[in-house]
């Protein structure tokens, strides 16, 4: 499984050596020259390296704004991505498959880039449904989210099997967010049959390197996307040491310059997010 961690501009030079692939995110792209300029140039010197385009829908959300579909699509047509994300909403099944449907009538026939929906629900049913759904529409290539909170609900629920796994790998803390894994690792493992139909996984993010451990074991080929061994090294935090969940976003250190010790700790909590 491949992997990808969220680096601030004045790290993108370790990209290459730190990242399996590249996951571009739409909001930063439009807004900041260097990042723009820096995935611009490794797409075009560096065009065997897998480029998922992702439409920000979640910090969009985070920040109380919208995702403008004909700037996304004229920025999908300038990167020419090997995916990208189609239009999602949060945990509503019936606005994101609303949503695809008007993305790819209006711009999918003008983008050479391969479209990859998000699988979105409030319950695990909705979310199977959701899956159904794009594969009679002939989708493919799909991304699970992270953050629905059902996923959390779920942990409550299950045999205890995850659990321990998750607790195996050095989990001292049962931090809300491993909640989240655990209960994603559930749908992934009830809905196997029908996710190994399509072409290429992708789940969007991750706050736990032990469910990239699980996870790895059902679909090997599937990529995956994480700020979190980032974050957390932002708060002094060995990856795993974590008692809770570091309250930012990419955005909050875009800018910030590190000194030699937390770089260096970031590049430890990422290694040891890709080696599980």
């Known amino acids: ?26 909001h930063l792209y439009k807004s900041e ?3 723009k300029s820096y995935f ?7 065009p065997e390296r897998l480029m998922i385009f992702d439409n920000s829908a979640y910090e969009f959300f985070v920040k109380g704004e919208e995702l403008n579909l004909d700037e996304y699509a004229e920025t999908i047509k300038e990167l020419n991505p090997d995916y990208y994300i189609l239009p999602d909403v949060l945990m509503d099944t019936k606005k994101t498959l609303s949503g695809v449907r008007d993305f790819l009538q209006k711009y999918g026939d003008s ?8 699988v979105q629900g409030d319950s695990i049913v909705s979310m199977g449904n959701c899956l159904m759904v794009y594969y009679e529409m002939g989708i493919r290539n799909i991304a699970v989210p992270f953050h629905n ?31 989240y894994a655990a209960g994603r690792c559930m749908w992934v493992n009830e809905n196997k049959e029908i996710l190994s139909k399509f072409e290429h996984i992708h789940f969007l993010g991750s706050h736990c390197p032990a469910e990239k451990g ?8 599937a990529t995956m996307d994480t700020g979190y061994p980032v ?6 935090w060995e990856l795993g040491r974590e008692k809770y969940k570091p309250d930012v976003i990419i955005d909050d250190f875009m800018h910030d310059n590190f000194s030699d010790k ?15």
């Open 1 to 26: 499984m491949k992997i990808n961690s969220e680096l601030p501009i004045t790290l993108l030079n370790m990209n290459e050596q730190l990242n399996e692939f590249d996951l571009v995110l739409f």
């Open 33 to 35: 020259s260097d990042y």
């Open 40 to 46: 611009n140039n490794i797409r075009k010197t560096h």
């Open 111 to 118: 983008l050479e880039s391969t479209p990859m929906a998000v």
């Open 149 to 179: 909170s059902f996923f959390k609900d779920e942990y409550d629920e299950c045999n205890g099997d995850i659990a321990y796994m998750l607790s195996s790998h050095g989990y001292q803390y049962f931090t809300k967010d491993v909640r």
């Open 214 to 221: 699980y996870l790895k074991t059902i679909f090997p080929e």
């Open 231 to 236: 974050k957390c090294a932002l708060q002094g």
């Open 262 to 276: 937390y770089i260096e700790l970031i590049k430890d909590n990422i290694n040891k997010f890709k080696s599980y």
